[in-house]
T-cell receptor, first 116, second 113 residues
């Protein structure tokens, strides 16, 4: 149980275009979703925290106009990289927090974004 | 603020060797502690967790004990396999519901046949 499905797994886009990444909670309601960025051989860097129905809270240094996060329902959160540039190429991972007896965090399988 | 310090890698072992990856943390109150594993090109999978002091998390032969007195959560496995090769992340979450996870830097483990 508690699976987060993340799509696409890989995407290549041209500079200047926008890319949307989706994360869906398949068998539970994700009140809180976290979005991370991971550079090669590095740890995860938290970009933003989103709560269903509210505006996302962005970490310092993350451009909210560039990385648009929408969490309009309890089962879907999206990250849109707008006007992508090669420096946005990275591995993006979403995560949902779990409450109750299964307390913890479940992660999507990640999206490898390459901007050419 | 909260922080996690993890043993630097990479770690290279032979199959059936004993594994220890050290993890210490700094946090207020009583955080929950986690070990996650990441295989190449994939997201993170929960390996084990402990939510209070002296709890032992275990899974797939891996173990870690929540030691509040030493603020540690070291990962151990008695006999590693080639399939255990991956990156291991120690992490903590605060007491508040929906708190963010704070990660260590990750430790790359390679197990050779």
């Amino acid at each position: 149980g508690a699976v987060v499905s993340q799509h696409p797994s890989r995407v290549i886009c041209k500079s200047g275009t926008s890319v949307k990444i989706e994360c869906r909670s398949l068998d539970f309601q994700a009140t809180t979703m976290f979005w991370y960025r991971q550079f090669p051989k590095k740890s995860l860097m938290l970009m933003a925290t989103s709560n269903e129905g509210s505006k996302a809270t962005y970490e310092q240094g993350v451009e909210k106009d560039k990385f648009l996060i929408n969490h309009a329902s309890l089962t879907l959160s999206t990250l849109t990289v707008t006007s992508a540039h090669p420096e946005d190429s990275s591995f993006y991972i979403c995560s949902a927090s779990l409450q109750g007896p299964n307390y913890g965090y479940t992660f999507g399988s990640g999206t490898r974004l390459t901007v050419v | 603020g909260d922080s996690v310090t993890q043993m630097e890698g990479p770690v290279t072992l032979s199959e059936e060797a004993f594994l220890t990856i050290n993890c210490t943390y700094t946090a207020t109150g009583y955080p929950s502690l986690f070990w996650y594993v990441q295989y190449p090109g994939e997201g993170l999978q929960l390996l084990l967790k402990a939510t209070k002091a002296d709890d032992k998390g275990s899974n797939k032969g891996f173990e870690a004990t929540y030691r509040k007195e030493t603020t540690s959560f070291h990962l151990e496995k008695g006999s590693v396999q080639v399939s255990d090769s991956a990156v291991y992340f120690c992490a903590l979450s605060g007491e508040t519901s929906g708190s963010r996870l704070t990660f260590g830097e990750g430790t790359q483990l390679t197990v050779n046949p």
